[in-house]
């Protein structure tokens, strides 16, 4: 789609190089499924959970202390994630603007094109005829976001 700024300035393109250390840990988050703790405040799913981590943990103290201490903690890491799958289920992610549609996708084009029109060749007519178009769109915009 492009940039749509919506405004009658034109766009400056620079290079700009620069180098961002990410750590490990950030790099790690976006891969982390995210379960739902807010279940934990019904009473029958936090029961549930507990169950089951004292379960797994029940199963855990059977391993030999002569085992590798990252082993044994991947062992508990993936016995709480088995857990929290079961009882808490995965977080819902919300979903923003559901009211944008294909007819809000087909006048962004619209406009794009009056905008393109109007920078190729910037005559009294284009700019009436981008004025216009913008128009439509934000009302377009505003009623599809009342009405959801």
């Known amino acids: 789609m492009g940039t749509v700024c919506d405004t009658e300035h034109y766009l400056v393109i620079a290079k700009v190089r620069e180098r961002l250390a990410v750590g490990k ?5 976006l891969d982390r499924q995210r379960f739902n703790p807010s279940k934990l405040n019904e009473l029958e799913v936090r029961k549930k959970y507990q169950v089951e981590i004292t379960n797994m943990f029940a199963a855990l103290e059977t391993l030999n202390e002569d085992e590798d201490v990252n082993r044994i903690w991947g062992n508990i890491e993936f016995s709480i994630q088995i857990s929290a799958k079961e009882s808490l289920c995965m977080h819902e992610w919300k979903q923003h603007n559901s009211w944008f549609d294909e007819d809000c996708l087909d006048s962004l084009d619209q406009r794009k094109r009056a905008k393109i029109q109007w920078v190729q060749d910037p005559c009294q007519r284009n700019i009436n ?3 216009r178009v913008k128009r439509e769109v934000s ?4 009623k599809k976001r009342r009405n959801f």
């Open 129 to 131: 005829t981008l004025n």
């Open 25 to 29: 840990q950030a790099a790690q988050r």
């Open 139 to 142: 009302r377009l915009f505003r």
